[in-house]
Nanobody, 122 residues
Framework: QVQLVESGGGWVQPGGSLRLSCAASGFTFSAYWMYWVRQAPGKARELVATISAGGGTIHANAVKGRFTISRDNAKNTLYLRMNSLQPEDTAVYYC????????????????WGQGTQVTVSS
């Protein structure tokens, strides 16, 4: 019943931009903290960005100044605007929902999206 459906992934050249979207349903979106998590091949999951139920945001140092997380509660949609993309940003990107703050040492949200591939290469 709960769904997090992602879109917007794809291939882009270094320096390019993408916007990821995550459409949520089956739970009270506005009451949840929302997250973007990524995983590159052979690497651990990495917490990319957080947005609280109240709208406060946190971005990982690796993406700070380049990525922006946002949410539209009226549309039950989470966004990740990614600018100045670099090859090291290549990963599967997941949206996730949790009832509160997530422990980045043990990333276990209440709900996961299916993931969308972002590939940055020449």
């Amino acid at each position: 019943q709960v769904q997090l459906v992602e879109s917007g992934g794809g291939w882009v050249q270094p320096g390019g931009s993408l916007r990821l979207s995550c459409a949520a349903s089956g739970f009270t979106f506005s009451a949840y903290w929302m997250y973007w998590v990524r995983q590159a091949p052979g690497k651990a999951r990495e917490l990319v960005a957080t947005i609280s139920a109240g709208g406060g945001t946190i971005h990982a140092n690796a993406v700070k100044g380049r990525f922006t997380i946002s949410r539209d509660n009226a549309k039950n949609t989470l966004y990740l605007r990614m600018n100045s993309l670099q090859p090291e940003d290549t990963a599967v990107y997941y949206c996730a929902a949790h009832s509160g703050m997530l422990n980045e040492g043990n990333i276990s949200p209440d709900y996961w999206g299916q993931g969308t591939q972002v590939t940055v290469s020449s």
